[in-house]
């Protein structure tokens, strides 16, 4: 016993930090990070003047979109502006770096080589505002991807024309909301075949009445969002012919809010219908589960889904579902503040939850850090859903105060070990994931077409980012991408399951929403281990209708229609 | 930069005093460095208690007190890395105090830095065996860490020598959720909720387990104690923590704590933290904005006034200070300047609910009926479930006799039920009434009736009884 605990004193005399545990660099780092090589060049821009308006510190989002149809992944991405024209700026717009958001058109195809041209001008998407979020999806069913974009101020709806131009249709369709909004998606909540759309609001912060907060020493800095009001969030239900209707008061998303960051659309409850969960900052989460009648119904409390596993609402801001112990439903993970851990709520597959963040040790492993964009993927396609985590403070962190700007944190890459719980292998991952910056928004997609998922990352006053993902493709995959005919030409709301002999079935769902501003591949991605063997697909349409097509080659991209599987499994 | 006294003394670096201790019994030790502590941008109260710290370190680099009183005083506003150094220093200064190595666990604990807590709170036990606090945050850290089978034997280890420990019931039952065994979890939180019965977490808890094990009705009553008691914990005592607590200056947990109190109607304890909070930091504008509205509702316009003065003082833009004020004044009659004071919240904040609702009464009495009901409507699109904002605009398009559209606002004031219920309830009925709907109008009149009678409204009860009245002598002739 004396010697145990002799041991311990030294422990504790010796000192400790709370750096990661050094793991053995691998000979290949897992990410690489390209941006600047492939030619993404951009610097995110908060415009701040030592106001410290909320708005500049809560970032920008990043979208992988396919928008020209050729087969590969380009990125759009959001910039800032100053809220105090006139100001002295804290930090200088950076030379070169254009004003307003910025699209990306990626040249994989036809060149075979990764590289981004920026074509903002060209398509008309140089929206220059305080940009936010932005969410993809084809809302005319006219096989182009369109984008709808969320600002601190007016949010704008592009319609992509389909040669390599887009119109802004906001006041056509009817989808402007002025205030502060956030994330939104794209969803087919009443089974009609066209996306309607629901836009998060934040806070009823505005410029002239920022608020002046301090932190524990009284240092000026942002301020909480218990400073300002929640503010309700927008459904509008597509009614065709590029017209949306404001259903928010009708289908009762109003019956309940709070300052909104983090959105995601998935079928919780297993009943086929699509649902939302909503993450609050500060305030309590929603779980709004579709009663098929063009109504919602908030049943995060009873559901266990508005709290953490202590009861307490957190600072939630990147939400993501996925099913990561692989029972065919979708869990969730949401991201909160520092010293609060990251909830991660299992679901039973009849949409109620438990929060087993600690039974999985990431609660001890998201506490020393603020998560925005988070994503469930299988970066080393082993079948289990692993999680990147993009961190950055919100307010000044006593270890960096005096620092120019002191909110800088790493981001985390966390495996999935199932019954073992998840890992810290951020160590493994190469000097990518060493960067401390002040990152927000991340979207996730296979941006080199090699079989794995990459990741692009979007900071706050920083640059993006680009983690090529060199190591995940090791291992079998397949890709697929589906076209509806019946239902939402991008089948946003499908669920895929890769049926496989004697091991648990893979479910994956077709969404572009998840993370923190930003928007996804809708291409859906399996890992699938050590086999390449042909493997079976069942499709379950947003509509309902279930799909069979058998003996699909892995290691290859399969594009895949409504109508042409088979009824039955065999 | 100008390197003035007053901006050396801001820079507290104290890398000199960087001195080797060789005198462990074990091991020879080197003190750690104390931090380096930028104090430029303290408030001058911190600033002020911090400096006086480091000055009497600085005087007596090897005394333990004096490093672990400035560890505390670092932990007192928050600031758990330099805190962390200075315990360190004071643990190996004076490795017989259980104090530093339990200041130290919290600390290193606040920053999710779970394996060195764990440490500092084995050796806190080992110096101090019966300190039920440094037991507790050892068996949460190791939970938290993911040592379950240890965190549960520590647990149990408390509850052999405090059998009546709500806390330590409750933390056994999460390590044994987390490790699958719910049914003993809902034993042990049932225990917690036994020994302290507003415990809501620990009703919380048992929601989830009675969620997952079918019992939907028992997890439904849970919830319901839950959210009566959120806040509710069982009383616990750490008097080592308690020192750090008397340290502290941090205005904003006095404002966080105000705005606690007013919500439990605890105002002129509300009225006190808010002012507490401004002697330690007179730039809180927030706190005069708090103000307004606490003198305004104890009966002192005056000192509201004053209030309102002092924060347009500091910042003209405060929305929330023109918008307590205007209610201020609209409560003193002065309809016109609180129209006004309602225009100014808006010009800073157009999507106020409150002053668009108050703007709208004011336009109302000015007969500007139109008018007000679009500002009820703006303030209901910015508030929605704003059941007094829902009042007003029934109120409003009852006098236009659109009473279809009044009785769907005034279905929307039903709930929560409070004590408003029974007059938004009475409000319907009569809607129902002038409608021509009496059996609709005669079941809500009784609904009011039952609901004010049982809370004791005898003046509304009256009313609602002379109502009946009316409606029957009506239907007589």
Sequence with gaps: MRGILLSAAFVLLSGCTHDRTPSPEPATPLFREVASETGLNFQHFIGATGEFYMPEIMGAGVALLDYDNDGDLDIYVLQGTTLNPGGKLTFPKPAGQPSGNRLFRNDLIPTGKLHFTDVTDTAGVGYSGYGMGVATGDYDNDGFVDLYITNFGHNVLFHNNGNGTFTDVTRAAGVDDPRWSTSATFLDYDRDGDLDLFVLNYLDFHTAGNKKCYGPTGELDYCSPRAYSGVPSKLFRNDGGGRFTDVSVKAGITAAYGPGLGVVAADFNGDGWIDLYVANDGAPNILWLNRKDGTFENTALMAGAAYDDDGSPKAGMGVAAGDFDNNGSEDLIVLNLLREGCSVLRNNGKGEFQDVALRLKLGSATFPYTGFGVGWFDYDNDGRLDLFLANGAVTVLEQLRGKPYPFQQPNLLLRNGGEDGFSDVSGLAGPALALKEVSRGAAFGDIDNDGDIDIVVSNNNGPLRLLLNDGGSRQAWLEVSLRGTRDNRQALGARLAVLREGKPTLWRRVHTDSSYLSASDPRVHFGLGSSTKAVDLMVVWPGGQTEYWQKLSTGTQHTIQQGQGRPNAK | ?477
């Design chain 2, 1 to 477: 930069m100008n390197w003035s006294v007053g901006k050396w003394r801001a820079v507290v670096s104290c890398l000199a005093m960087a001195v080797v201790l060789a005198t462990s019994c074990t091991k020879p030790q080197a003190l750690p460095d104390l931090p380096s502590i930028e104090t430029a941008t303290f408030t001058p109260a911190v600033r002020r208690q911090v400096e006086s710290a480091v000055a009497a370190v600085r005087a007596k680099p090897r005394d333990a007190a004096l490093n672990g009183r400035l560890g505390m005083t670092l932990h007192a506003n928050s600031q758990f890395v330099s805190a962390e150094s200075c315990y360190r220093r004071a643990h190996l200064l004076e490795r017989s105090s259980s104090a530093w190595a339990y200041y130290l666990g919290v600390v290193l604990s606040e920053q999710g830095k779970y394996q060195p807590a764990v440490t500092a709170f084995t050796e806190t036990l080992r110096l101090r065996p019966d300190y039920l606090p440094a037991e507790l945050h050892l068996a949460r850290d190791l939970a938290s860490q993911g040592q379950l089978p240890e965190s549960r034997k520590a647990y149990e280890r408390i509850l052999r020598n405090h059998a009546d420990d709500a806390t330590a019931y409750y933390g056994l039952g999460r390590v044994l959720a987390a490790s699958g065994d719910t049914e003993d979890a809902a034993k042990s939180y049932q225990r917690a909720c036994e020994l302290f019965p507003a415990y809501g977490v620990a009703h919380y808890a048992l929601a989830g387990l009675d969620r997952s094990s079918g019992k939907p009705q028992e997890a439904q009553k849970h919830l319901v104690e839950y959210q009566r008691h959120m806040q509710d914990v069982p009383p616990f005592e750490d008097p080592l923590l308690s020192e750090i607590r008397k340290l502290r200056t941090d205005p904003q947990e006095l404002l966080a704590r105000s705005i606690e109190l007013d919500q439990s109607g605890k105002v002129e304890q509300a009225l006190a933290a808010n002012e507490e909070a401004l002697s330690i930091d007179p730039r809180l504008a927030q706190a005069h904005v708090n103000l307004i509205s606490l003198y305004a509702r104890l009966g002192q316009p005056g000192k509201a006034e004053d209030h309102y003065r002092a924060a347009i003082a500091i910042d003209p833009n405060l929305a929330d200070a023109h918008y307590n004020y205007g209610v201020l004044l609209f409560s003193q009659a002065k309809r016109s300047d609180a129209k006004t004071a309602f225009l100014r919240t808006l010009e800073i904040n157009p999507n106020h609910p409150g002053a668009h609702n108050n703007l709208g009464l004011a336009l109302e009495q000015e007969g500007r009926v139109a008018e007000a009901i679009q500002q009820y409507r703006i303030a209901i699109e910015n508030r929605p479930g704003y059941r007094l904002a829902h009042y007003h605009l029934g109120r409003a398009l009852a006098n236009l006799r659109r009473y279809d559209e009044a009785i769907q606002e005034f279905k929307s004031t039903l709930t929560p039920e409070d004590q408003n219920t029974p007059t938004y309830t009475y409000a319907l009925a009569i809607a129902y009434a002038r409608s021509g709907d009496s059996p609709a109008a005669n079941r809500y009149f009784q609904k009011a009736h039952q609901e004010a009678s049982a809370l004791g409204q005898s003046n509304l009860v009256a009313s609602i009884e002379n109502a009946l009245r009316t409606m029957a002598g009506s239907r007589a002739r």
